[in-house]
């Protein structure tokens, strides 16, 4: 599978959609980018320098600082596949943020969500 065109899509290009997502189940911006960090250990400034700076997501996962090392511990079905399957690791990340993201719109709680 070519994933080559979600690897070079903005980050910001998709960041906006993640917050509306958010929004309409009644959760907050300040929910998505709390995710966000958790999961690629950016900070709330270097989050926003990234979204200025139209970072693609190929850059954007692999500039992160660290990912979470709780990341193992997401799974479940997302886009029809299992995240914990996914071989491509830079897809499997994507798609970790996807599932969170979702996560989120879905009610859980943010201690569920960040693994606590």
Same mark, same amino acid.
């Given at each position: 599978m070519d994933?080559?065109?979600v690897y070079k899509?903005?980050?910001a290009s998709v960041y906006p959609h993640y917050i509306r997502k958010a929004e309409?189940?009644?959760r907050t911006k300040a929910e998505v980018d709390e995710i966000i960090c958790w999961l690629t250990g950016y900070n709330a400034k270097t989050l926003q320098q990234h979204i200025d700076q139209k970072t693609d997501f190929e850059n954007f996962f692999a500039q992160a600082p660290q990912l979470n090392p709780n !990341?193992?511990?997401?799974?479940?079905?997302i886009c029809g596949y299992r995240v914990e399957e996914i071989? /491509?690791?830079?897809?499997?990340? !994507?798609r970790y943020l996807d599932k969170l993201i979702d996560e989120l719109?879905?009610?859980k709680?943010? /201690?569920k969500i960040l693994r606590k």
């Open positions: 994933n080559s065109r899509m903005s980050f309409r189940k009644g !990341v193992s511990k997401i799974t479940g079905v071989e /491509d690791k830079l897809m499997q990340k !994507v719109a879905k009610g709680t943010m /201690d």
